[in-house]
């Protein structure tokens, strides 16, 4: 399965600033995807990332608010815009070859929202 | 409305102590059901992938069933690395985005 990671691995932030948070894998793969875990909660999905246009995103998550970029087939980032409390979580990026295909998850990147 | 049940919310148990946790899921056209372990402070780990009823698939001291509602994740002799919480997730034939369970908390005692 391919190696992800994920930078950084936990930051300390100030109400209304922003982070951008990078997924790297080390090979090519067809999607990724942005995830929340809340504390003690399970995953929501944010967005699919598509390479060369515009993420997709669910219901409740916004592009003004979380960013995304996708400029190949290995990378990605998401940016948490104006940041508040209520954005403390941890953040993942997962791949897979297809939609169809089992998620292979990254280590995830903690934000605490001062 | 598609969603996926886990239950117990945590079990406690000896080492060497077998038991089963469950996934329960409603869904319109199950396309596949996936069985992830989450260490504290880390990316959930895959597992298993089960597509039909009937189907089983083993690794180390963990093995998964699948009926037409349910899921069962059977913990043979569980040791304390054993401990985790454990994600169970649905796939339908319609969409991609996969449906998540709460997750059971596992902790094996030594």
């Known amino acids: 399965s391919a190696v992800i990671s994920q930078k950084p691995s936990r930051d300390i932030c100030q109400r209304g600033t922003s982070l951008t948070i990078q997924c790297q894998v080390d090979?090519?793969?067809?999607?990724m995807f942005w995830y929340r875990q809340q504390p003690g909660q399970s995953l929501t999905l944010i967005a699919t990332a598509n390479q060369g246009s515009e993420a997709t995103y669910e219901s409740g998550f916004v592009i003004d608010k979380f960013p995304i970029s996708r400029p190949n087939l290995t990378f990605s980032t998401l940016t948490v815009s104006n940041m508040s409390p209520e954005d403390s979580s941890i953040y993942l990026c997962?791949?897979?070859?297809?939609?169809?295909?089992?998620?292979?998850f990254g280590p995830g990147t903690r934000l605490t929202v001062l | 409305e598609d969603q996926v049940t886990q239950s117990p919310e945590a079990l406690r148990l000896q080492e060497g102590e077998s038991s089963s946790l469950n996934c329960s899921y409603t869904?319109?056209?199950?396309?596949?059901l996936f069985w992830y372990r989450q260490d504290p402070g880390k990316g959930p780990e895959f597992l298993f992938t089960?597509?039909?009823?009937?189907e089983e698939k083993e690794k180390e001291r963990l093995k998964a069933t699948l009926t037409k509602k349910e899921s069962f994740l059977h913990i043979t002799a569980p040791k304390p690395e054993d401990s985790a919480t454990y994600l169970c997730a649905v796939q339908a034939n319609s969409n991609y985005q996969l449906i998540w369970g709460a997750g059971t908390k596992l902790i094996i005692k030594p």
């Open positions: 089960l597509y039909s009823a009937g």
């Open positions: 869904v319109s056209g199950l396309r596949g």
């Open positions: 997962s791949v897979a070859q297809t939609g169809m295909d089992e998620q292979f």
């Open positions: 090979s090519q793969v067809t999607m």
